[in-house]
Nanobody
Framework: QVQLVESGGGSVRHGGSLRLSCAASGRTISSNAMGWFRQTPGKEREFVAAISWSGGNTYYADSVKGRFTISRDNAKNTVYLQMNSLKPEDTAVYYC???????????????????WGQGTQVTVSS
């Protein structure tokens, strides 16, 4: 089983930027599609972005399209989420997740995400 650890969260002002990292250990994630999700208290977990195993395909929620960029470095077993032009409504705990299937080219919110990290808090003030 893979262990996923998110980092890079913090507090920023409206319009600021953060870069989240998701470091995997225990096994390689180079064959797995990866996703980022977020959750605020009292709300269901929300899909943010996903990337295919090769990095060739990406998918974004409409709410973050054009502001967030998902990427991966398979040599470092790490996935990233660059978040620009942050808004207060982006405030949430952000989680990364690994799709349990191998070499999936089509990715999105309905992937089979079976391994999850513990999350990192992002707070955006107005």
């Amino acid at each position: 089983q893979v262990q996923l650890v998110e980092s890079g969260g913090g507090s920023v002002r409206h319009g600021g930027s953060l870069r989240l990292s998701c470091a995997a250990s225990g096994r390689t994630i180079s064959s797995n599609a990866m996703g980022w999700f977020r959750q605020t208290p009292g709300k269901e977990r929300e899909f943010v972005a996903a990337i295919s195993w090769s990095g060739g395909n990406t998918y974004y929620a409409d709410s973050v399209k054009g502001r967030f960029t998902i990427s991966r470095d398979n040599a470092k077993n790490t996935v990233y989420l660059q978040m620009n032009s942050l808004k207060p409504e982006d405030t949430a705990v952000y989680y990364c997740a690994a799709d349990v299937r191998r070499r999936v080219a089509v990715v999105g919110p309905t992937g089979e995400y079976g391994d999850w990290g513990q999350g990192t808090q992002v707070t955006v003030s107005s």
